[in-house]
């Protein structure tokens, strides 16, 4: 069993800034790629960033120069450091991490794309 949970969404003012976390526990033997996903009200999801293990990063082109991911694998967690803030920033934000388990009695070892319950980022004044 594996568990993404975020923290640290909110509502902030436009040009504010904003640190979302997401730390993954669990039957967790190795992480892989990690990231972070957002949907607006009646859109897809879509990639915000993502960190490979020794730290390649990947952004959407909307959040260059404003987002910053990072992650701490002795904690199994990633951030996202979010500046400059903008009303078209809000969303649900959605953790995502490749992951592989454990082996258990219950189950053998397996490798899975797992997602947080996301967390609310509202940019508004």
């Known amino acids: 069993q594996v568990q993404l949970v975020e923290s640290g969404g909110g509502l902030v003012q436009p040009g504010g800034s904003l640190r979302l976390s997401c730390a993954a526990s669990?039957?967790?033997?190795?992480?892989?790629?990690m990231g972070w996903y957002r949907q607006a009200p009646g859109k897809q999801r879509d990639l915000v960033a993502t960190?490979?293990?020794?730290?390649?990063?990947n952004y959407a082109d909307s959040v260059k120069g404003r987002f910053s991911i990072s992650r701490d694998n002795a904690k199994n967690t990633v951030y996202l450091q979010m500046n400059s803030l903008k009303p078209e920033d809000t969303a649900v934000y959605y953790c995502?991490?490749?992951?592989?388990?454990?082996?258990?009695?219950?189950?053998?070892?397996?490798?899975?794309?797992?997602w947080g319950q996301g967390t609310q980022v509202t940019v508004s004044s």
């Open positions: 960190i490979t293990t020794i730290g390649s990063t």
């Open positions: 669990g039957s967790i033997f190795s992480i892989y790629n």
């Open positions: 995502n991490a490749d992951i592989l388990t454990r082996v258990t009695p219950a189950a053998p070892a397996s490798r899975n794309d797992y």
